[in-house]
């Protein structure tokens, strides 16, 4: 929250019961300034491999208002995340914390996201998790040229030694289809039409996120629904081929932003 009173409107929301039994236990944590971003590494144990890094969009409406989500899109490369970010988030978080965690006797096997925080080139950490992102991953996947498999079972085997990854230069822009009412109340069942002409489209990609099949047709089963992704040489035609695509799709009962990317194409 940005003010006392938002905050304060916000324990009472979820005292409230806003998010059912996730709203029975509260954190309270510093407000932290600058732009956001989500850094991925395969550890082994011992080993580190650096992905790559990716933004996402956490607000519900355009102009990043309303309240936060798990993701209403997200875009790579991350503009704010230079080359001297990477170098110092490498050496100065994700390095550190893998070696830590061995010398704790608890090496860590496995992906480690990064959620940062970073302001005049320096990166804090906001949160750790021991998975990939949604829906950062989507973005990452697009970009990935290599077989991520490999990596994964060195990463799990101890054997990330000598582990690459090829990466495009492409980029890769992704826009969240959620359904009315999100991330409160939303009901189930509206049918969606045009997802096949969407991925017919140049770049594009749809990923199900909430979807089920009823009687043939395709119907949303929950929050964020549909993942519209697209690659571009440039983030400018990344999104607007994402947005193409969502243009494509047919569900008056769903929303999504229309600003993704916003921050890369400012830049």
């Not at 510093?30 to 990716?54: H, K, Q, R, W, Y």
């Not at 989507?138 to 582990?163: E, F, N, Y």
Request: charged letters at 25%; a negative charge; glycine letters at 10%.
């Amino acid at each position: 929250a940005e003010t006392l009173a938002d905050a304060d409107r916000a324990v009472d929301d979820m005292l409230g019961g806003l998010f059912g039994d996730a709203s029975a236990e509260i954190v309270i944590e510093e407000f932290m300034t600058g732009e956001e971003a989500s850094f991925f590494a395969l550890c082994d144990g011992e080993n580190v491999l650096p992905l790559i890094a990716a933004q996402d969009h956490k607000r519900a409406f355009d102009g990043d208002k309303g309240p936060n989500t798990g993701g209403m899109g997200a875009y790579s490369p991350a503009p704010v995340f230079t080359d001297d970010v990477y170098e110092r988030t490498m050496k100065t978080i994700i390095e550190p914390v893998a070696k830590e965690l061995a010398r704790r006797g608890a090496p860590y096997r496995g992906v480690l996201f990064a959620g940062l925080m970073i302001e005049n080139e320096i990166p804090r950490v906001v949160e750790f998790n021991a998975r990939f992102g949604d829906p950062e991953c989507q973005v990452l996947m697009r970009r990935l040229k290599s077989d991520i498999l490999p990596a994964l079972h060195a990463a799990a085997t101890g054997a990330m030694k000598g582990q690459t990854l090829e990466w495009s230069d492409d980029a890769a822009a992704l826009v969240v289809l959620a359904a009315d009412g999100y991330p409160g109340s939303y009901k189930k069942g509206s049918p969606i039409r045009g997802v096949e002409a969407a991925n017919a489209l140049p770049g594009v990609v749809v990923f199900h996120a909430g979807t089920q099949e009823k009687d043939g047709a395709l119907v949303a089963n929950g929050g964020r629904v549909l993942n519209v992704t697209a690659t571009g040489a440039t983030t400018r035609e990344a999104v607007e081929r994402a947005y193409r695509g969502v243009d494509a799709i047919e569900w008056p009962e769903g929303f999504h932003r229309r600003d993704i990317g916003w921050r890369a194409l400012k830049a």
